[in-house]
């Protein structure tokens, strides 16, 4: 349980609200209109998006940005974005959560899998012959190449670019 | 741009390259109801929804408008045949045309590869364009083998209706667009508790998803439905696999077919049953399979 006699770290809040998608945190008043139809809140007994959008309100950074954190048992099926009376959008804090984990090398090695097919081949699936073989006999156009080096060019971070 | 019912179809990674029956069966529907599909080059991932967008939103919402900014200078709305693809580029259709800070960040990156984000185009599930620029009259129209007797059941997944302000499709807790959609093609829809249900495969814990899964495919079970019907390749993986995983993980079997819609409306259409590629399906129980043959007159 969250300790309420904690301070509130209003720097992390900045950084938050500076995240595209983290700004709305601000509004939440803890309502719990995005607990109740949550699926990942209804099949685990510690995922509560309220409990975490509490977090991000008292600052408490650490909890939120560790390694296996909790907000990746989210299951991005936008409900709470559906429910939140405030516009917080949940989801989109948690997404801003993320891209914060990431700066700090915490992502669960499935993001840097993900990013890596995209940057080496344009696609998060990998081609392999049993696709090319089955693409032929449907009569399918073949597979082109695709242009990674505008990929590599729109994923390089520039000054300004960054939201931290 | 309805009125000319056209559009670039956007197959994405898990059809093209995973699945590339599904691609098959939405080129040989599409033409069938008087509706053109204009390939376009240089698309690239999405991209994806979930991992790529933990990774920087700036980065991803930038991928997103370039593959928007390739339509748009072509003129044509984007057709977007997985509910992963929809959720990203239709958000990022979305946001930056709402959102003119936002809009101008990322154009500043676009300009590194030429491209720009202008805003002027749709992006659109192919299951919108159907009910939308088609309208299921014309898909009944098409059909030359009424899949009469075969009850369907299904899944709706989270992406192609939330958010409801962005998608726009239908409503979230209440939708009709599939049912009515298997109504066109001469089957009967079956509804069950959980339809509307998230599959978890978005959720990177281990123990809720499968346990998410099999409360899905018990409420599919209870139905006694001929197979469950989705429009997205992320959820046909996840039930389509899954059914094994689920003997592995709780020793539960389930032998439900799963298919995408479009491999029934190309069968409805008269397709050659090799072309829908049930073949290539994790389940497929011989009596679904003897059905499906039956009507494809194999």
């Known amino acids: ?164 | 741009m309805s009125e000319k019912k056209k559009a670039a179809p956007f197959f994405g990674c898990m059809i093209s390259a995973k699945y590339p029956h599904f691609e098959a069966a939405v080129r040989y529907t599409l033409p069938r109801l008087g509706f053109e599909l204009v390939d376009l080059d240089g698309f690239t991932c999405c991209p994806d929804p979930i991992y790529f967008q933990a990774s920087d939103k700036l980065t991803w919402l930038s991928i997103a408008a370039r593959n928007i900014a390739i339509a748009e200078e072509a003129g044509l709305d984007l057709m977007t045949c997985c509910s992963g693809c929809t959720s990203s580029l239709a958000e990022t259709n979305f946001l930056l045309k709402n959102d003119d800070e936002l809009r101008e960040r990322v154009n500043k990156r676009l300009e590194r590869v030429g491209k720009k984000f202008k805003g002027t185009i749709r992006v659109r599930h192919i299951a919108t364009v159907l009910r939308d620029d088609i309208g299921y009259e014309q898909v009944a129209k098409s059909v030359v083998k009424p899949l009469a007797g075969l009850k369907v059941a299904f899944h709706y997944g989270c992406h192609l209706l939330k958010p409801r302000e962005i998608m726009n499709v239908d409503d979230p807790q209440h939708p009709t667009l599939l049912e009515e959609l298997v109504k066109a093609i001469g089957a009967e829809p079956i509804s069950h508790r959980q339809r509307i249900l998230c599959c978890g495969k978005s959720c990177l814990n281990e123990d809720l998803p499968p346990r998410m899964m099999k409360d899905i495919l018990e409420s599919v079970e209870n139905e006694s439905p001929d197979c469950l019907c989705l429009i997205c390749p992320t959820c046909f993986d996840q039930y389509d696999m899954g059914q094994i995983k689920m003997k592995k993980i709780f020793d539960r079997k389930f032998e439900i077919p799963v298919v995408y819609y479009f491999q029934l409306l190309a069968l409805a259409q008269g397709a050659d049953a090799k072309i829908v590629g049930l073949q290539w399906h994790k389940i497929k129980p011989r009596e679904f399979m003897e059905k499906i043959n039956a009507i494809a007159g194999v």
């Open chain 1, 1 to 164: 349980m969250v300790n309420f006699m904690v301070q509130v770290d209003l720097k992390f809040r900045d950084k938050l609200a500076a995240m595209i998608g983290g700004e709305m945190h601000n509004l939440c008043y803890q309502c719990g209109a995005c607990v109740g139809d949550c699926p990942a809140a209804r099949y685990s007994d510690d995922f509560n998006p309220r409990l975490i959008m509490l977090k991000a309100l008292l600052g408490l950074e650490d909890t939120l940005l560790c390694e296996n954190s909790i907000i990746w048992n989210c299951t991005n099926c936008f409900t709470c974005y559906e429910r939140c009376p405030q516009n917080v959008r949940p989801i989109e804090i948690i997404i801003a959560l993320k891209n914060m984990l990431q700066k700090r090398g915490l992502n669960p090695q499935n993001v840097a899998d993900i990013l890596k097919n995209v940057e080496t081949t344009g696609r998060t699936v990998l081609v392999n012959e049993t696709v090319i073989k089955r693409r032929q006999e449907l009569g399918l156009p073949p597979l082109q190449d695709m242009p990674v080096d505008e990929i590599a060019k729109l994923m390089r971070a520039s000054e300004g670019d960054t939201d931290e």
